[in-house]
T-cell receptor
Framework: QKEVEQDPGPLSVPEGAIVSLNCTYS??????FMWYRQYSRKGPELLMY????GNKEDGRFTAQVDKSSKYISLFIRDSQPSDSATYLC??????????FGKGTKLTVNP | DTAVSQTPKYLVTQMGNDKSIKCEQN?????MYWYKQDSKKFLKIMFS???????INETVPNRFSPKSPDKAHLNLHINSLELGDSAVYFC???????????????FGPGTRLLVL
């Protein structure tokens, strides 16, 4: 079993839809959880981070962490064509390296 | 101003050649990284340096050798290139050694390597 599992998609939604992106993980030591967005032919950029369990909201984006289920989610409300990108979850424990999911490719159609 | 820059952007070369990729960050960060992203978009860390000291060295062939002349630069040299080395290589930097909450890694634009 891979440390971090993420459905690669692709996921295609109409503009304005609510998007749900998810990752599961196996390492219970992970404490820091991040979502990166990667546009085509660009480097990843940090979108959201959360520490331990709970929710975090930033504008149209909400990140959720459920450590008991080893499951993290990113919700995008009122999705826009500019949200079309690959979304990578990433996580780590303490001072260890970041472990990335494979990324989910999202297309928001106008 | 580009925070993390890499050169070259594209690299096409023959099997067996030796090549280098350069990375520079102007953020004043102490830690730099090299990642490899394969054709399926899987991003995996290769190396990390903190103040010119190697702190992460994943299981990569010893044909790959990182070099950090100073904390703003981390270069990657690859000997005897193989077909399987074709990928996008990303450099990244962060303020510390990923020990803090929300330690953000800033990524460069990537170097697309194609080995023929």
């Amino acid at each position: 079993q891979k440390e971090v599992e993420q459905d690669p998609g692709p996921l295609s939604v109409p503009e304005g839809a609510i998007v749900s992106l998810n990752c599961t993980y196996s390492n219970s030591a992970f404490q820091y959880f991040m979502w990166y967005r990667q546009y085509s032919r660009k480097g990843p950029e940090l979108l959201m981070y959360t520490y331990s369990s709970g929710n975090k909201e930033d504008g149209r984006f909400t990140a959720q962490v459920d450590k008991s289920s080893k499951y993290i989610s990113l919700f995008i409300r009122d999705s826009q064509p500019s949200d079309s990108a690959t979304y990578l979850c990433a996580m780590r424990s303490g001072s260890e390296k970041l472990v990335f999911g494979k990324g989910t490719k999202l297309t928001v159609n106008p | 101003d580009t925070a993390v820059s890499q050169t070259p952007k594209y690299l096409v070369t023959q099997m067996g050649n030796d090549k280098s990729i350069k990375c520079e960050q102007n953020l004043g960060h102490d830690t730099m990284y090299w990642y490899k992203q394969d054709s399926k978009k899987f991003l995996k860390i290769m190396f990390s340096y903190n103040n010119k000291e190697l702190i992460i060295n994943e299981t990569v062939p010893n044909r790959f050798s990182p070099k950090s002349p100073d904390k703003a630069h981390l270069n990657l040299h690859i000997n005897s290139l193989e077909l399987g080395d074709s990928a996008v290589y990303f450099c990244a930097s962060s303020q510390g050694r990923t020990t803090g909450i929300g330690e953000t890694q800033y990524f460069g634009p990537g170097t697309r390597l194609l080995v023929l």
